[in-house]
């Protein structure tokens, strides 16, 4: 086996520890590197204490803990023998997925910031700015459970070996000159091998540590200044003035809890956000049903292009269970997808990624 020179993207977790030690233990050259991207300013309720009055930003990817973070990662790295150093890129950060997410969220749509800073910034910039530090390497590696495979020179991005944990969905986004310089070493892996592989190379604590869950921990409204997000109305399918709700960055199509209305002969959920007229619509479950999707932003991953239709399976959000849907070539960048049966709570601005088998065909954002 040919040694390399490889970055590892270390996050202080026991995936990106376990990453790194498994390809120190093949005997390559291994360098750990964690980005910096906490920015209190960034966050104005949070850092304040916020109008939901509970304190900073602690326990997601993107929060007050970071620094904490940052010390395990430097320490995980000391321990299994390798350099580590620390990139900065909180004004990256900020703009390219703090600035998206806040103005998709004040549009009516609902992002995927995970998506986006994986392309942009983790997998993105965070090569860039390593290179420019001084660390030269021949692959990037994260602790992502994902495979990569080279197909006749056309880098393929396929599903983890374990189901649970399979991260395949957030990283559609990534292009070929990306794929052809990324290692996944834990694509093989279950978790609970990668927890016993932490514990034999002595390494336990980074396998007990809880994991990170989200994006940002105690909700998405907290990376908002107080005074985002007027009232407006709650309307019913009709256009009837029914409430009034607190602001749409509070709310997302499918939700049913925290409308404030009562009284209703049957459960109601949001069904629409119309920033153009600052409204949440709301109806009965059945309204939340759709037969097809409208997708933008297409990246094309094992595919090099849709000429003509075919049937490919589709997850439209992270833990949607994959349903099988007829794809019709694109127009003006805009695909539609036909589901085999309707599907509940399509939302704008998630991801919708394409799937033959475990291998990943092409992804987008659901359109309104």
């Known amino acids: 086996m040919k040694l390399l020179k490889i970055a590892v993207g270390m996050s202080g977790g026991v ?32 850092a304040a204490g916020g109008n939901c009055g509970c304190g900073p930003l602690r326990g997601g990817c993107y929060g007050a803990d970071e620094p904490e973070d940052i010390e395990k990662a430097r320490q995980f790295a000391k321990r299994i023998g390798i350099k580590h150093i620390t990139v900065d890129l909180r004004a990256e950060y900020k703009s390219c997925v703090l600035d998206y997410f806040r103005s998709e969220y004040l549009a009516g749509r609902t992002p995927n910031p995970c998506v986006r800073c994986n392309r942009l910034v983790k997998l993105g910039l965070l090569l860039e700015r390593t290179r420019a530090a001084g660390c030269d390497f021949d692959f990037f590696a994260t602790g992502h459970y994902a495979r990569i495979e080279n197909r006749a020179g056309r880098f393929v991005l396929k599903k983890g070996a374990d189901p649970r944990k399979d991260q395949s969905y957030f990283l559609w986004g990534l292009g070929q000159a990306q794929l052809s310089k990324l290692l996944f070493p834990l694509g093989e892996l279950t978790k609970r091998e990668v927890c ?60 049913r809890k925290g409308m404030g209305i009562s009284g209703n002969k049957e459960p109601l959920y949001v069904v629409e956000i119309d920033a153009a007229r600052n409204a949440v619509i709301v109806g009965p479950k059945e309204k939340l049903l759709s037969g097809s999707i409208r997708v933008s932003e297409l990246n094309m991953v094992a595919l090099r292009e849709i000429i003509e239709p075919f049937t490919a399976r589709v997850k439209i959000r992270q833990q949607h269970a994959h349903v099988a849907a007829v794809i019709q070539p694109p127009e003006n960048g805009i695909l539609r997808a036909d589901f085999a049966t309707p599907q509940f709570a399509v939302t704008p601005g998630q991801s919708a990624v394409f799937y033959d088998g475990d291998t990943v065909l092409f992804g987008g954002v659901i359109a309104k």
């Open 15 to 46: 995936d990106s520890t376990t990453a790194a030690w498994l390809l120190k233990n093949q005997g390559h050259e291994v360098t750990g590197v964690t980005m910096s991207v906490w920015d209190g300013a960034s966050a104005p309720s949070a």
């Open 196 to 255: 016993a592989a932490a514990r034999d190379a002595d390494l336990a604590d980074a396998a007990e540590q809880p994991e990170s869950q989200d994006f940002v921990s105690g909700g998405y409204s907290r990376l908002f200044s107080a005074n985002a997000g007027a009232p407006g109305p709650v309307l019913d399918t009709g256009g009837k003035i029914i409430g009034e709700h607190k602001g749409i960055i509070h709310y997302t199509v499918g939700q």
